[in-house]
């Protein structure tokens, strides 16, 4: 009865984990679909148009003070810095083997206003808020040789007697200055581009550093890519929750 009702609770959380992986592909399907209806804007036209209004502009990134990425030194409007650890912890559900698990220890996120400029002028873009597709400009892996503890950002990190650190993978990326980006957003009362209202979630705003084709293409996969995902989570949660029903049934006829 036990191992029936596991397998029957096992089809359950397949289900769910199919549900949670159809919601993000159905934001996914979103977001396409909004980056097909908006037409392109020019930047000289922002400005004239109504607060609220849905906008998309392509152009060249240009920021009056930009940053410096904390790894990798690039000059940039928007930089994400992130340190994962990657360590060996014990299998508790199995009596030999490890296995291979990853934390982030670190992420840094900073924004610096920016403006998008075309060959009919500029409009400036405020992208705290943004879905920001940004360019990876680092991947480095470094494997650790240190004892229990180490010293990390200022902090120390004390590994615990069942995991082994293995290394840490420091990745960044950025938004280019003087480089292409497309941007989809709302319009301000400052005629600026910004995130939308809070609670209007037909609207969206994006920044790449990729082409509106490029970025339309990889939303694409991604939504093909969840629904196979949300297809074998549901089929094997199918076959989970038979098994279970199956052995339950088996059982009760039994007694």
Not at 36 to 64: H, M, N, Q, Y
Not at 136 to 157: K, N, Q, W
Not at 216 to 244: M, S
């Amino acid at each position: 009865m036990v191992a029936a009702m596991i397998f029957l609770l096992v089809g359950v959380v397949l289900w769910v984990a199919a549900g949670v992986v159809l919601f993000f592909r159905g934001k996914a399907k979103g977001k396409a679909a909004v980056m097909a209806a908006v037409e392109t804007s020019d930047a000289k036209e922002v400005a004239s148009l109504p607060p609220g209004s849905l906008v998309e502009v392509k152009g060249t990134l240009r920021c009056e003070a930009p940053l410096e990425s904390e790894m990798a030194g690039e000059r940039c409007a928007y930089y994400s810095s992130r340190v994962i650890r990657e360590y060996m912890d014990d299998d508790h559900d199995d009596d030999v083997g490890s296995d291979r698990r990853s934390e982030t220890t670190s992420h840094s996120e900073r924004f610096a206003p920016f403006s998008v400029e075309d060959a009919t002028g500029s409009v400036a873009v405020d992208a705290e808020g943004a879905e920001v597709d940004a360019k990876e400009v680092l991947d480095r892996f470094e494997r650790h040789t240190g004892g229990p503890s180490i010293s990390l950002g200022g902090a120390s990190i004390r590994l615990g007697g069942g995991e082994r650190t293995i290394g840490f993978r420091h990745v960044e990326s950025v938004l280019p200055v003087d480089a292409p980006v497309y941007v989809l957003g709302v319009v301000r009362e400052d005629g600026a581009i910004g995130a939308p209202a809070a609670g209007d979630g037909e609207k969206r705003f994006v920044v790449s550093h990729r082409s509106e084709e490029a970025l339309g293409k990889q939303v694409g996969k991604d939504v093909r890519v969840l629904g196979l995902v949300a297809a074998g989570l549901a089929l094997l949660g199918v076959v989970f929750a038979a098994v279970g029903v199956a052995g339950m049934a088996g059982l009760i006829q039994f007694t």
